[in-house]
């Protein structure tokens, strides 16, 4: 009974034209997941058609332009970094001793044998800017209402020129979402789940992608520590800080 009168209640809302504009979606968004600068340490764990490996690392971030990243375990992959200033990407790998530029077809191999490219970790979380957004309806995700909103990039050159995200209608996280090319063909999902307050921020603290081009069963991407403006020394953010 409940879930009928939640459903009657969503509908009358919707009829009465007081479903917010996807931009105002967008921007509440953007107030839970975007701060001035970030440290986090995470868990990747990569799921294989046979076994599963876990890659740990830290990283410190100002908002989504530049970007330092470490690598803890295991002990093959231990003392990569990675660095990320506005739109270029290098990597230190200490088994070589080498700093090597990723781009062009480079940005699309996946990180650590992930689901994730280089060209994810590359994209801009400014979702206003860069796409056409509309509200086109609504559904339930684990027992949470959300808005879906349907977005279409407004010009070639992005990684995905639609998204579809599922919002929660009380915390405005998004909970799911499917990454389309051009064409219109699915190329991955997204889960956001564990959704904690951080400092007065609603933050899922782990995130479960899965290339649907890709075997394998997804890789899981699990916050284990993350701390909002924070001082970061700007050395971090240099090349020469890839050797530190």
């Known amino acids: 009974m409940k879930k009928v009168l939640t459903i009657i209640l969503l509908t009358i809302v919707m009829l009465n034209g007081?479903?917010?504009?996807?931009?105002?979606?967008l921007k509440k968004i953007d107030e839970n997941m975007i701060s001035k600068n970030q440290i986090m340490t995470s868990s990747m764990i990569i799921h294989g058609r046979r076994v599963s490996r876990t890659i740990r690392?830290?990283?410190?971030?100002?908002?989504?332009?530049?970007?330092?990243?470490e690598y803890l375990s295991p002990a093959r992959e231990k003392g990569t970094k990675m660095l990320k200033l506005d739109d270029k990407l290098w990597i230190y790998t200490p088994s070589t001793d080498r700093i090597i530029k990723i781009s062009?077809?480079?940005?699309?191999?996946?990180?650590?044998?992930?689901?994730l490219s280089y060209e994810d970790m590359m994209e801009s979380s400014d979702?206003?800017?860069?796409?056409?957004?509309?509200?086109?309806?609504?559904?339930?995700?684990?027992?949470k209402q959300c808005w879906i909103i349907n977005l279409v990039g407004?010009?070639?050159?992005?990684?995905?020129?639609?998204?579809?995200?599922?919002?929660?209608?009380?915390?405005?996280?998004?909970?799911?979402?499917e990454l389309f090319a051009k064409s219109g063909k699915l190329l991955k999902r997204m889960e956001l789940k564990n959704i904690i307050n951080i400092d007065g921020r609603w933050y899922p603290t782990k995130m479960i992608f899965?290339?649907?081009?890709?075997?394998?069963?997804?890789?899981?991407?699990?916050?284990?520590?993350?701390?909002?403006?924070?001082?970061?020394?700007?050395?971090?953010?240099?090349k020469a800080g890839l050797r530190r």
């Open 154 to 177: 407004k010009t070639d050159d992005l990684a995905y020129h639609q998204r579809k995200i599922w919002v929660d209608m009380k915390l405005y996280v998004p909970l799911r979402e």
């Open 104 to 115: 062009g077809h480079m940005l699309r191999q996946s990180v650590m044998g992930s689901d």
């Open 57 to 69: 690392a830290k990283s410190w971030s100002i908002g989504d332009t530049k970007n330092f990243t």
């Open 18 to 25: 007081q479903t917010p504009s996807a931009e105002t979606i």
């Open 127 to 143: 979702l206003t800017n860069s796409y056409d957004a509309k509200v086109i309806g609504s559904e339930e995700i684990d027992g």
């Open 210 to 238: 899965k290339d649907v081009l890709k075997n394998g069963e997804g890789t899981e991407f699990v916050i284990d520590e993350i701390k909002f403006d924070q001082n970061i020394p700007k050395y971090k953010f240099s």
